[in-house]
């Protein structure tokens, strides 16, 4: 695969979805990717990525921020409250809100910095006790107090569990998201984001796809 394929495999599923082009944005996963393949995908245009760590964001993001205009970074790994200024600073956008702690913590250093980054809520649709994210049953307590928190909240995100039909899972999502008054959904990756796409993610996930394996030694 590269960038084309899956590029072009998005905006067909826009079209089977009936849906306009461009209504989904598409991040790269460049976590644990070499610079020389996520250089790469900039130099062929792409503009929107994701990381699960902080502290490789912060190796890899602010310099090529410099030398590449109109890029957006998204967290999309596990957030640790004590790195969430980091992560505010860094990121345009947080998709794993997922507990009153890390709420709060946001809502003090958005107050702080007069701006926030684009927040979604996870939501463990699972309910998987090793799985961070909010459960379904908590969602709109959670929700509401991120409200009452002042938290600019833009949808939410899940990760269906493995092996399973991930289906019923962007679905329930996109029922919290509407009952919830929210319209951004984080859902779909390399495997079934054109399901995704069709249950009405805003918002999808591919990696490998797009870079090649990854190699964690």
Known sequence: MSLTDITARVRAAERAAGRAEGTVALIAVSKVQPLDRVEAV???????????????????WPALKERYSGVSVHMIGPLQTNKAKIAVDLFDAI??????????????????????????????????????????????GFVADCRGLGLPLSGL???????????????????MAKRN????????????????????????????AIFGARDYR
């Open 42 to 60: 900039l130099g062929e245009g792409h503009r929107v990525f994701g990381e699960n760590y902080v502290q490789e964001a912060v190796g890899k």
């Open 157 to 175: 995100m899940c990760i269906p569990p493995e092996d399973t039909d991930s289906t019923p899972h962007f679905a329930m999502l996109a029922a």
């Open 95 to 140: 998709h794993t809100l997922d507990r009153p702690s890390l709420a709060q913590k946001l809502a003090r250093l958005a107050d702080a910095r007069g701006s926030c980054p684009e927040l979604f809520v996870q939501v463990n649709t699972g309910e998987e006790p090793q799985k961070a994210g909010v459960l379904p049953a908590e969602l709109d």
């Open 181 to 208: 008054g929210l319209t951004g959904l984080s859902m779909g990756m390399s495997a079934d984001f054109e399901a995704a796409i069709a249950a009405g993610a805003t918002h999808v996930r591919v990696g490998s």
